[in-house]
């Protein structure tokens, strides 16, 4: 009888330990394989925090590329350059962003930062995962990360760091969905009489 509790018990700790054994960086990897699926993928957000205060959208994604779409402006990025059309002042500001701007813009940045610069922990949250990521160089843009993922592996929540600032980045409804190219790349004919500012 006894023998036979002590297996029931280490059976209880395996499955336990199988559960909740992953590292931060296995979760963040089984994350950045779902939400950096090769053909793309789309979802909404609602950003506090940022320049512009509250801002909700949608965001189509491909790899380090990305479309931002809210009443306030659309934005694009190849993965070198950025458009931002400003629909108060109907203009196009061109340039090349910095790791932060691209964050305040697409929330799934971290997919690409996290495997280099960054220490990482990890804690379980309810039914999630929340990941702290701290840059070990303080002078990286962003230097400090909570990324609250489901047990899904998708990212709900991205809170960032730059200086004494936090951003919170709230993200819904992923869905799998090819994006085409041509997607994240400016088109003239979409902002006809928008003023060109080239910032680069």
């Not at 189509?60 to 990305?66: L, M, S, V």
């Not at 039914?127 to 160089?137: C, P, S, W």
Request: charged share 20%; net charge positive.
């Amino acid at each position: 009888m006894k023998t036979t509790k002590l297996w029931l018990f280490m059976a209880m700790i395996t499955i336990s330990l199988s559960a909740f054994g992953q590292s931060a960086q296995q979760v963040l990897d089984k994350t950045a394989a779902t939400i950096g699926r090769k053909g793309g993928a789309s979802a909404s957000f609602k950003l506090d925090g940022g320049k512009q205060g509250a801002v909700s959208g949608t965001i189509a994604i491909k790899g380090n590329k990305f479309f931002a779409n809210t009443p306030q402006a659309k934005v694009w990025f190849d993965g070198k350059t950025q458009w931002a059309y400003l629909t108060r002042t109907d203009e196009v500001n061109i340039s090349t962003p910095t790791q932060a701007e691209q964050m305040a813009m697409n929330p799934y940045t971290f997919i690409n930062i996290y495997k280099s610069g960054y220490k990482a922990t990890m804690r379980t949250v309810g039914a999630a995962y929340e990941v702290h990521l701290t840059a070990q160089n303080q002078k990286r843009t962003v230097q400090e990360l909570y990324i609250t993922i489901s047990k899904s592996y998708l990212p709900t929540l991205v809170k960032m760091r730059q200086g004494k600032n936090w951003t919170t980045i709230h993200i819904s409804n992923f869905k799998a969905k090819n994006q085409p190219d041509g997607t994240f790349k400016f088109n003239k004919s979409l902002c006809p009489t928008a003023e060109i500012i080239d910032l680069r």
